[in-house]
């Protein structure tokens, strides 16, 4: 046992450098849950409510998130700061990795700790452990596997593709577009000259395991028709704003922080021609072809390809190590890392709810920010603090509509909303309140809402347009006093009141199936 701590402790002094880095994006990440004013992201609700309902899949994601949650909030609880801890602790292991990826291609201390840094410095890193999602677990899983697959040519050995094998099928039980970042390694390995590391046994192994790891998911969309290949084409068409080449370049820039260019775009051209790393070029071109390919596709957000940056982040902290080692100045070093967090520094109060609404506002339109990152979604504020406001407001208007009906009204009640945040916002906050679980159509909602319709009366919380709509369905409609109103929130969210709707004129089963909405 001792020498097992003796162990850990020689490996927290010879990463000293990289755990003070992964601290320190953890710290930047996690304390922006202590703001007042702001709660729950839209999805982690979504997120909360499918690790209650645990399945092998879900319409418009793997299984991997909603599980670890299901575990994690087991032991912690589903509290804003319990589940924020996952997220921000995952990225910061991928921030840890890459700079353990850049020591395993040849990096020293200092190339090791830029690597890390760099990753760490983009605003899309940061955002993406601000909440519960499957985005922090693709960029871990995603180091992880480069990294597996570096050590395979370092050591020549084979025998480490069951592992690789491993992390892939996690890679895709987290997401399933993770297959995009898969394929691409495949061809850049080829394309990079080691094809034959492609064809043996222990490859074949690794495709065994991803296959076995990933089959439930697959089970489970068959019997449910693959809905997720729906979700799919519905964001594709109707959900993800089209991006232009010009703009997908240009927000490369923005998004990952205007001060990391030069290190991912110095990696990039560093490890495609230089002799020394020419074992390890096949990270350059997955680079470069994952940017193209992401770039013509024009339905690619730019945060998309978050996932390949340490790629090349390994090789622009060895470029600029070897110049700044020509120098004995240990300035210069710390000049370098200053220069690379100035981006983070003036993105943060647009990634992280560290101000209150009418600071940021001022400050998105100062900087001229585009919040519309889904088609139809423009609110003031970007979209990734906009989403965090008025959830528990709605609920509770939810809520005290639902107290004011009779006992014997309540046993017949379907608690409805339109989409999955407010539906889950109701569940969470509605719990100890004895509220019915919510019916929707939207995603996975409507999956679970076809066993949730038991009843005769229809409290939904929608906007005040929606009347006509309603009074089409139902005989009696009845609004109920109180709104909600915040000008600070997404066009969508905002001008939200309670309907209590009397009488169907048509099954519900029949409304849910008109309304389905995997979007």
């Not at 987290?174 to 898969?182: D, P």
Request: hydrophobic share 50%.
């Amino acid at each position: 046992m001792k020498s097992l701590f003796e162990k850990i402790k020689l490996s927290i002094l010879r990463e000293r450098h990289l755990y003070f880095v992964s601290t320190f994006t953890f710290l930047i990440i996690y304390l922006s849950t202590f703001t007042k004013g702001y709660g729950y992201f839209i999805d982690e609700f979504y997120y909360i409510a499918c690790a209650n309902n645990p399945a092998f899949g879900y319409v418009d994601h793997p299984p991997l998130a909603p599980f670890l949650l299901t575990i994690y909030q087991f032991f912690f609880g589903d509290s804003l700061y319990a589940i924020r801890i996952l997220p921000a602790l995952t990225v910061a292991a991928a921030v840890f990795f890459t700079g353990i990826l850049t020591k395993e291609i040849g990096g020293n201390k200092f190339a090791q700790l830029l690597a890390a840094c760099s990753f760490a410095a983009m605003p899309v890193t940061v955002a993406s452990g601000g909440f519960y999602s499957m985005n922090a677990f693709e960029l871990l899983l995603a180091v992880l596997l480069l990294l597996t697959i570096v050590k395979i040519i370092k050591s020549n050995s084979v025998k480490l593709w069951p592992y690789a094998g491993i992390v892939v099928g996690f890679g895709i039980m987290n997401k399933h577009t993770f297959v995009i970042f898969i394929v691409a390694v495949v061809i850049a390995l080829a394309a990079g000259g080691k094809w034959k590391l492609l064809f043996n046994k222990w490859f074949a192994f690794g495709i065994i395991l991803t296959a076995l790891i990933i089959l439930p998911n697959i089970i489970w969309q068959i019997i449910n028709g693959f809905p997720s290949l729906e979700f799919y084409r519905n964001i594709s068409l109707y959900k993800n704003v089209y991006t232009p080449p010009l703009d997908f370049i240009i927000g490369q820039i923005m998004q990952m922080s205007p001060t990391t260019v030069p290190f991912w775009l110095a990696g990039t051209f560093y490890l495609l021609f230089s002799k020394r790393y020419k074992d390890f070029r096949f990270l350059s071109i997955l680079f470069v072809g994952l940017f193209l390919f992401m770039m013509f596709s024009g339905t690619s957000r730019s945060d998309r390809l978050a996932f390949a940056y340490p790629a090349v982040f390994s090789g622009g902290a060895l470029f600029f190590s070897n110049i700044t080692n020509r120098f004995s100045a240990l300035w210069l070093k710390y000049v370098v890392i200053i220069f690379l967090f100035i981006g983070l520094a003036l993105a943060l109060p647009i990634i992280l709810p560290y101000f209150n609404y009418e600071t940021v506002k001022e400050y998105t339109e100062f900087l001229g920010f585009n919040t519309e990152i889904e088609r139809g979604k423009k609110p003031p504020l970007p979209q990734l603090l906009a989403d965090r406001i008025g959830w528990e407001e709605k609920a509770k208007l939810v809520i005290t509509a639902y107290n004011s009906l009779s006992e014997a009204d309540k046993k017949r009640t379907i608690v409805a909303a339109g989409n999955y945040g407010k539906a889950g916002a109701i569940e969470l906050y509605g719990k100890d309140y004895n509220l019915p679980p919510a019916a929707s159509s939207h995603n996975n909602y409507y999956l679970w809402s076809k066993n949730r319709l038991d009843g005769d009366i229809l409290l939904q919380i929608d906007s005040p347009d929606a009347y006509s709509d309603l009074n089409q369905l139902f005989n009696t409609v009845e609004l109920f006093p109180g709104e909600f109103n915040n000008e600070y929130v997404s066009p969508d969210e905002n001008n939200m009141v309670v309907f209590i709707c009397r009488g169907p004129k048509i099954p519900f089963i029949e409304m849910l199936e008109r309304s389905k909405n995997f979007y």
